[in-house]
């Protein structure tokens, strides 16, 4: 409401390139994940080891996966609650063919499938349907997460085949695993498709303005459709890799992940209305909150502790920089 | 006529019905009075829950902090009574809407004063909130045998026939009655999601309405906190894990439009009973507890998909033509 009688600076000249690198969210970001990594070290004996470091790593790159697409998905201006549901469903489906002897190969692509199809269920309804993304994630939420308690009641899948460890328990080259080398993968990729490609102007357009994007022949439902698929199909493949990891399904799966997605992507500077956001920005994010958590974690601090400081992480973030604008608001007038 | 027999409410309390006569043509036990009644007491928390977040919704907020707010102020209260078993009831249930409306007055404030996106503030402020009872709690359990008897009995306690746990309920639905419908704040809850812009024409501060909505919700989270720890007789971290789920399932099952402004106490009633019903049922019936979670997701759906086809704007044709075009 305050926007419109706020008047506008129209400064003489733009800030120098270096100048805007340097004091961007992503610098203060990489500032605070320094600044983490050396207390760490000074906090706990620890800490500096590679193989710590390279274990500390899975705190986020399941995470992270789903981040890049959740940010996209952001910066368009929806949301997707849904995304720790897509995990459990999608586990409990491979958890499922396995019963019925699928071999490593199918059950990835089984994932997948079910990950990209969830995705599909809710872009229907948000774009097909035009229902607004939160409350329609929020009862697929519910909606998938239930199946997996209605195949699996308070039962679970395990036995998975040997070889389908590997994707969250193997390791590439001494201590880099393989989560790290997709989560290396998927953030080039999305960072090409957010930074260089029509796609992703597109993509800022409908955040910032979906009525003027659709004028200008973006085609907005379909854009918003797809990134709704790529959600999905990163929840899918975040579901591979901890169903690898863990090595068991139970319908309980990643509860509350949701939550830890999207403070990733706000701490990375996406801004929650849309519009705004980068994806250099979500890396650093992932490893600040990976960098914390497991920091925390050495330090003998229980889970549920922690999700305190990342709910404070998640409303400090955004808070910090508007009281900052409201106080220098202050001092001006 | 439509004015008198809203179309909504009729259909959800016609579907109610059909539902009660599908599961007494297989169990006729179910629809016995007393039965019905103890239905009515099992959903009671979630008919006081669903009004409070009725007002949030219809100010275009979101509260999903209600269940770790119930389950905060009702550890609290429960080591409050462990700690001082002779504290009157009344004095403790005073606490719980108090710590509730602190709580929801945090939400409040970042929403009204900082202009945070309500559904990240309350995302927040559940897992703080949830973080909170493992701290003073310890990660301990508040057993029946710690409280005293006065506590745990007070929501059993029959007046007139119910319990005093569905008084709770139906004194809440009545002041909400007359809250939306004759009061000034309530209107002003209506004006602020129908047309912010033109609430602040009309005078209304739109920022404060949305906070005490937020205050209101809290408060009611922190009675129901009371009223849940007492009839169950336990508190611990988890109660109610995921219960704001089923919160604005029963709203948005009640015809309360996401998008704020459309709603009625009578909707978001009939879409908690709603739940209720299928939640008592389905043992009956003999499904797995385990359809719940499935099934208000679905019932969430197919509520949203229904009330936006009832109620699309027709004012923006030129829009809706440049969409079928593309």
Known sequence: ?333 | MTRLIPVRETILGGAILVLLLLISSRFSGFVTPTNLANVFNDTAPLIILALGQMVVILTRCIDLSVAANLALTGMAVAMINVAMPGLPIPVIIAIAILLGAIMGAINGVLVWKLAIPPIVVTLGTMTIFRGIIFLISDGKWVNSHEMSPAFTDYPRMVLLGLPVLSWAAIITIILFGIMMARTQFGRSIFAVGGNPHAAIYTGIDVGKTQFWAFVVSGALAGLTGYLWVSRFAVAYVDIAGGFELEVVAACVIGGISIAGGVGSVGGAVLGAIFLGVVKNALPVVNISPFWQLAISGSAILIAVAFNARAGRNKGRIILKEAEATQ
């Open chain 1, 1 to 333: 409401m305050t926007d419109a009688t706020q008047t506008r600076h129209v400064p003489d000249r733009l800030n120098s390139r270096a100048a805007r690198i340097f004091k961007s969210w992503e610098a203060l970001l990489l500032a605070v994940a320094i600044a983490i990594f050396v207390i760490n070290s000074f906090a706990s004996p620890y800490f500096l080891s590679a193989w710590n470091l390279s274990d500390a790593t899975f705190n986020f790159t399941e995470k992270a996966m789903i981040a890049f697409a959740m940010a996209l998905l952001i910066i368009s201006g929806e949301i997707d609650l849904s995304v720790a549901s897509i995990i459990a469903l999608a586990s409990t489906a491979m958890g499922l063919a396995l019963q019925y002897g699928a071999g490593t190969p199918e059950l990835v692509i089984i994932g997948l499938t079910v990950g990209v199809l969830c995705g599909a269920f809710n872009g229907f309804f948000v774009t097909g349907l035009g229902l607004p993304s939160i409350v329609v994630t929020i009862g697929t939420m519910s909606l998938f997460r239930g199946i997996s308690f209605i195949i699996l009641g308070d039962d679970a899948f395990r036995g998975y085949p040997a070889s389908f460890s590997w994707f969250g328990q193997g390791y590439i080259y001494w201590v880099f695993t393989v989560e790290m080398l997709l989560f290396v993968i998927i953030a080039i990729i999305y960072g090409v498709l957010l930074h260089k490609t029509n796609f992703g102007r597109a993509v800022y357009a409908i955040g910032n303005n979906p009525t003027g994007a659709l004028f200008s022949g973006i085609r907005v439902a379909r854009v918003k459709f797809i990134l709704f698929l790529l959600t999905g199909l990163m929840s899918g493949i975040a579901a591979v890799c901890l169903t690898s990891r863990l090595g068991s399904t139970r319908p309980s799966i990643a509860t509350g992940m949701e939550l830890e997605v999207v403070t990733m992507v706000v701490l990375g500077g996406v801004n929650i209305l849309g519009g705004s956001g980068t994806i250099p920005g979500v890396v650093i994010a992932a490893f600040v909150m990976g960098l914390v958590t497991f920091g925390l974690g050495l330090l003998n601090v229980p889970g549920i502790v922690m999700s305190i400081f990342i709910g404070l992480l998640l409303i400090g973030v955004i808070a910090l920089p508007r009281l900052w604008s409201m106080a220098a608001a202050g001092r001006k007038s």
